[in-house]
């Protein structure tokens, strides 16, 4: 798929219809859907899974399930080329991922218009996704002729050292919510650390990881060593989380799925990376800058159209500009563009499936119904409303003002563009409402006093915390949780830890006696 078929696209003014998704998985992938085994689309035998633009509801495409039977094909072919990555030169291997993100780099806005076409995600916001999926493999190509070992003394003539060395396969699972961006988060560094790698990707969103797949083969990785299984979590999924053949497992996901995902696969004696849900508090003081807060506050949750693991869906305000705060916050809720993903000015698209819509949707009656009340409007725009765009999965920005801790959305995550809001009168309080949660995934706070910040960011649990800001990551970064937000960390430089495992090795410097008298000489 070139940049002069992704500029067509553009250019035509098309939205993400069913035509248009069909025409960019056309370019890219002729002969339909399927998984990626050493090196080429291979379509499954399985049920029928179909495809619907999130922002008109018209089917766009189908492809069949690959079923058990597919997942035994793609490990097969993992572990031929785990063997063969793992004995690749590091050095090779490092140019080779380098390779890839060049590769990436130079296909981004093709898959930035594909991941927007079949997902309806913002055009704007996956540009800047694909971006970071060529920095995520640069990066990591720089670690990959790095994983050290350590020199130990020990009593006794001995010369003992250790060494890292990967798990073999990695299979990771990813959701539909950012299906590209997770791909490259979950792949690049247990690529570096010698794995090869099988990305499941959601059902509903299986496209850009497909053709990241064949990107990274294109740039020079061998048959076997990135692979995709496309398909159902019962089937595809359920096989690759459960299959002794299998290192380790990386989920991304809910926490109930998750769950069930680390059960599976510790009964296979498999060890898991979990970056599971969250309900992050933004706490803002009186004495922040409020106009900048309120930026934030809207980034934090509207981004994305609140469909992100880390989004600031709690809202606590100290009470003495607690009414002034929502107003701000609500005043620029409304100037937000909703609309057409493939239009570059949108920055709000639909609800990515159906059934989340439903639950978005739900999750606000119940809000209603626990005492909040709805700041911001309910009427859809024109442009929508008197468009082909009519019949897609739209929810508005929405700030629900006075979430008491009795009410359901204090602990529940939406998962969509809602925010609940709260007054508190001191910080201790603000602290307590943040941690009353079992997730643990992130948060922030608003102050200019810096020792007020330095301590909240201290007290609040969570794996990511900002002061003054919300919702920056970066791969040289640790991320992940605590509590029901999951276990273990999915970037940074420690992650190869996490995709490596430690050998010891014993080296005698003397020849050693005799291990019994009997045997003595």
Known sequence: MSTTITSTFLSEGSTSSAATARAALDACFPRGLGSFVDGQVVTGRGEAVVLTSSATGEQFADYADAGAEGADSVLASALRGAERWAATDPFERAAILREVSRTVAEHAEELAVLESATTGKPLRDTRVEAAKVAEMFGYYAGWADKLLGHTIPVPGNWHTYTERVPWGVVVAVTPWNAPLFTAGWNSAAPLAAGNAVVVKPSEF?????????????????????????????????ATLTSDKRVGKVSFIGSVATGRRVAVAAAAAGIPTVLELGGKSANIVFADADLDRAADGAVSAIFSGAGQSCVAGSRLLVERSVHA??????????????????????????PIITQSQYGTVTSL??????????????????????????ADGRWVLPTLLDGVTPANPLETTE???????????????EAIARANATDFGLAGAVWTQDVARAHHVARCVRAGTFWINSYKTIHVAVPFGGFGDSGHGRSSGPGVLDEYTQTKAVWTPTRAAGAPFPSLSY
């Open 414 to 428: 939406v998962f969509g563009p809602v925010v609940g809001a709260d007054a508190f009168d001191s910080e201790a």
């Open 205 to 237: 969103t299986p496209a850009s990881t497909l053709r990241l797949a064949q990107l990274a083969h294109r740039a020079g990785l061998p048959d076997g060593v990135f692979n995709v299984a496309t398909g159902l979590g019962g089937t595809v999924g």
């Open 364 to 389: 606000i009656d119940a809000g209603l119904e626990g005492g909040a009340r709805r700041v911001t409007g309910t009427q859809l725009p024109a442009r929508l409303t008197d468009s082909p765009l």
């Open 324 to 349: 002034d705060f929502v107003a701000l916050v609500a005043e620029r809720a409304a100037q937000l563009r909703i609309g057409d993903p493939l239009d570059p000015t949108t920055e709000v698209g």
